[in-house]
């Protein structure tokens, strides 16, 4: 059996592109993770709903609903990293409950996805999540 | 009989009285107080509020629905008074329900038993979404399988899938057929609203004729279940067909509508998850 024995100059070559490619594979395994988390509706995740809301200029998010009596600031959301995506995981109870997003303490937001949406009766449109 | 005893024993007999009142509860008068506060506005605008809904309570209608309302609208910033009109709507919605229900169990079509509020709540909003008391009515009639009389709570929760049909521009002849099918196989609450929901969503499939309600129908009465409707039958070939796949996930599998929390709202509607443009009534 043949060992090629690598060169004194080939050797750190070799280690540099090891480091490289490890750092390419953390890469793309890091955007990988980050892709998983996207906007989308309302959906179960271990420990309640995840509710994910696309506002990259966004200072705070809430979502306020039924589930927490429209109290503005009970719910807030964590932007998630640089991505522009708020992030809150909420216990609900089984049933059907009505939704908005709060940007910046003032500015009420129609879900973008959800569910299914209803009127609110003052204008708005509320988003549904429905927990099973 | 001491005086004391004697007390007691009245206060009961005038706790169960016949039209289950109920009552704002200190914590939502409470946290309306708060939002009223906090917007500014003078105890006396909210009052009037507050006042009509302990008056529906006091005939029987659930006051958590109505205080909501009222919280909602003090959340978003709306004038009380704009508030009065829409809190009164949903004051006879509940009215209607009440009535609808009532009727049908003493005619013998609804089975009074399992959680009245639910039902109520489930009918306003079925009627605040576009069904109508008469719809409802013949619904309790048509939907009575094998079984006998139909659930309450199954009656809400079909007359709610019918409201969703008619958002879906599913005629109400086609959709209440639709929806008494499903009740006489006996579909779970979550069920039907499920599958009223996935034709909403296929609602352009259904009016270009790709799709049709018969079929669904039929599919219904040969007894399969509402999941596996779109995903067998994809007749379209355009959808994927999993939205109704519920059952394959643990955590949504086989529960009933609403579950046990009777966590209820407003209604109205959109076709699409993603938003573009809504139906639906206010509730």
Not at chain 1, 19 to 39: D, F, Q, Y
Not at chain 2, 178 to 194: H, I, K, T
């Amino acid at each position: 059996m043949h060992r090629i024995r690598l060169s004194g100059t080939l050797r750190p070559m070799m280690s540099g592109l090891r480091i490289a490619m490890v750092s390419l594979a953390l890469v793309v395994a890091m955007s990988a993770c980050a892709s998983t988390i996207k906007p989308d509706v309302p959906k179960p995740v271990t420990g309640g709903v995840r509710f994910t809301y696309f506002a990259p200029t966004a200072n705070t998010v809430y979502v306020v609903g039924s589930f927490n009596g429209w109290v503005k600031g009970a719910t807030s959301m964590k932007r998630e990293g640089k991505t522009g995506i708020w992030i809150a995981e909420v216990m609900l109870l089984s049933g059907e409950h009505t939704f908005m997003y709060l940007v910046d303490g003032k500015e009420w937001v129609v879900p973008p996805l959800a569910e299914d949406f209803v009127t609110d009766g003052f204008g708005q449109t509320n988003g549904v999540v429905i927990v099973r | 009989m001491n005086i004391p005893v004697w007390l007691v024993g009245l206060a009961m007999c005038l706790g169960a009285s016949p039209v289950m009142a109920d009552s704002l509860s200190n914590q939502d008068r409470e946290e309306i107080n708060r939002l009223r506060s906090a917007q500014g506005h003078s105890a006396e605008e909210v009052n009037a509020l507050l006042e009509q809904v302990t008056k529906a309570g006091e005939k029987g209608i659930p006051t958590e629905p109505l205080a909501n309302k009222v919280k909602e609208g003090l959340a978003k910033g709306v004038e009380p008074k704009r508030i009065d009109p829409v809190l009164r709507q949903l004051v006879t919605h509940f009215e209607s329900a009440h009535d609808v229900l009532q009727e049908s169990v003493s005619k013998g079509m609804v089975d009074s038993s399992g959680n009245r509020q639910r039902a109520l709540e489930g009918l306003a909003e079925a009627l605040s979404r576009g069904a109508t008391a008469e719809e409802v009515r013949e619904l309790a009639k048509t939907g009575q399988g094998a079984g006998g009389k139909v659930p309450q709570e199954s009656l809400a929760s079909g007359a709610k899938s019918l409201a969703i049909l008619k958002e879906a521009k599913i005629s109400a002849k086609d959709g209440a057929a639709l929806v008494a099918e499903g009740l006489r196989q006996g579909y779970r609450s979550a069920e039907l609203a499920d599958l009223a929901r996935e034709i909403k969503r296929r609602g352009p499939e259904f009016q270009q004729g790709r799709l049709n309600v018969q079929s669904i129908r039929d599919q219904v009465s040969k007894g399969q279940r509402a999941d596996r409707i779109f995903r067998d039958g994809d007749h379209s070939g355009s959808g994927s067909g999993d939205r109704m796949d519920r059952s394959g996930s643990s955590d949504r599998g086989g529960r009933d509508d609403r579950g046990n929390s009777g966590g209820r709202d407003d209604r109205g509607s959109r076709p699409d998850r993603n938003g573009s443009g809504h139906g639906g009534r206010d509730h």
